[in-house]
């Protein structure tokens, strides 16, 4: 059986692990799972998501993987924005956390590399800036680029809208975005839905990920 | 509207938006760039691409808002008839694949070789770049949209960024409240200068060098 209760995330997350996490701002985060995990007593996580949230006023309203920062859970955050958390600014400048910081179009493509047995992608996106430090140049008929490795996780947290019991998923709206791919590119993926419905009431032709790479299930809580 | 009651951000935003052609897929960059859409040609198509997802953006209805539709600054958006969702790898795909007509951003600082610097001031701002590095590799065209000076009046049209850059040698074409300017060939050239500017402001407040065009004109922003 796929779906769980939150309490089982405790058998399922670890400390030190790496985690993916979708959402593009506040939009499309598996909220309920980060909020338990914000409360679980882990530690050093890897974190790979687009950007770390919106820093809320008062700050305990804060939603997304921000919270795990302000709860100390993080240990490294790979992102390709950073810039509407201050915590996350002020954590890497006072060195409590590593920050990675990959072009978006970059980071996409590595966890998709990562999720289909990619040696790597290359891309002109970063050529002659500070992105290129330490990496491969790559000359293809002519025309440079970055060699850009496969990024991989221990667990993908995702946010679908609709899942049948065995895991098919359709999502809304703009809240798709990086939650299709981090769901190719994780050893366990456990992913949140608004609503749980039944085998067969999904149309095969609407479903955007299918049921053999998601392994958990939650439903959201209010 | 005349000119005399917009705003600097608002002559940009009008000037810019003159050169989208019937047809053109854009992407307009958080901030300044946004306003962009205000003053679109009504008698002509043209189709705003946003990076969290959105394929067709229009405003925001006043009624029937949606928490997961939203563009990429988080703001809330409405959704053109056959306007579609996509995941950010397709998302990015669009944009690094050549699938954009022209992208508008804002800059700190642009240099008469067409390199742009927008995405981190060392030790002040580290924002991240989020998608704006693929954007610029991609695109077809990129306009930036900045005001001509700092805000301590300070040249930001350069000889040669200090900034670390975004991109090499990718800019199109600078418009500022003052002026336009083409830029091909690692060269600046001076196209339009707006109508309550004059040449010599241009020189004071622009480091780089550049070539005075030929067809040099006034623009009104009408």
């Not at chain 2, 030790?123 to 930036?144: C, E």
Request: glycine share 10%; hydrophobic share 40%.
């Amino acid at each position: 059986m796929k779906v769980i209760k939150k309490e089982e995330l405790s058998n399922l997350i670890k400390s030190n692990q790496t985690l993916m996490i979708g959402g593009f701002m506040s939009i499309g985060i598996p909220e309920t799972i980060v909020n338990y995990l914000s409360e679980m007593p882990i530690q050093d996580l890897t974190i790979i998501t687009n950007d770390t949230g919106v820093l809320k006023n008062p700050v305990d309203e804060q939603i997304g993987v921000g919270k795990l920062l302000l709860h100390k859970k993080v240990q490294k955050v790979i992102a390709s924005h950073i810039g509407m958390n201050a915590e996350t600014g002020r954590q890497m400048i006072a060195k409590e956390i590593e920050v990675e910081l990959i072009p978006q179009g970059t980071l996409a493509e590595r966890i998709h590399a990562g999720g289909a047995g990619l040696g790597g992608i290359l891309t002109p996106t970063g050529l002659g800036t500070i992105v290129q430090e330490g990496k491969e140049v790559i000359t293809v008929d002519g025309q440079e680029y970055l060699l850009e490795k496969p990024l991989q996780a221990d667990v993908a947290l995702i946010k679908a809208h609709k899942a049948d019991t065995y895991g098919n998923l359709v999502y809304h709206q703009a809240a798709r975005n990086f939650n299709p791919v981090m769901a190719l590119a994780a050893k366990t993926v456990i992913v949140e839905v608004d609503e749980l419905i039944e085998l067969g009431e999904l149309n095969p032709e609407e479903v955007i990920t299918p049921f053999i790479v998601v392994d958990k299930i939650l439903v959201k809580e209010d | 509207m005349s000119n005399q009651q917009l705003s600097t951000k608002e002559k940009i935003a009008k000037r810019v938006a003159k050169e989208f052609k019937d047809g053109d897929v854009v992407n307009l960059g958080i901030g300044m760039p946004t306003l962009v859409s205000n003053y679109i040609d009504p008698n002509i198509s043209v189709f705003v691409q946003s990076e969290n997802g959105v394929v067709g953006v229009s405003k925001a209805s006043a009624t029937e808002k949606s928490p997961n539709l939203v563009n990429a600054g988080g703001a809330p958006v409405g959704m053109i008839k056959g306007g579609v969702f996509i995941d950010s790898l397709t998302s990015f795909a669009l944009i690094r694949g050549g699938h954009i007509d022209a992208t508008v951003l804002g800059g700190l600082q642009v240099d008469q070789a067409g390199n742009l610097a927008n995405w981190m001031v060392p030790g002040k701002m580290v924002p991240g770049m989020g998608g704006a590095m693929d954007l610029v590799a991609g695109t077809k065209k990129v306009i930036i949209a900045m005001e001509h000076v700092n805000k301590k009046g300070e040249a930001k049209i350069l000889k040669e960024c200090t900034l670390p850059l975004t991109a090499q040698g990718v800019v199109s074409m600078i418009i500022t409240e003052l002026a336009v300017f083409e830029c091909a060939n690692g060269q600046l050239t001076l196209t339009e200068i707006s109508e309550d500017s004059h040449l010599e402001e241009i020189k004071a407040k622009t480091e780089a060098t550049f070539v005075v065009s030929e067809k040099l004109h006034k623009h009104k922003g009408e």
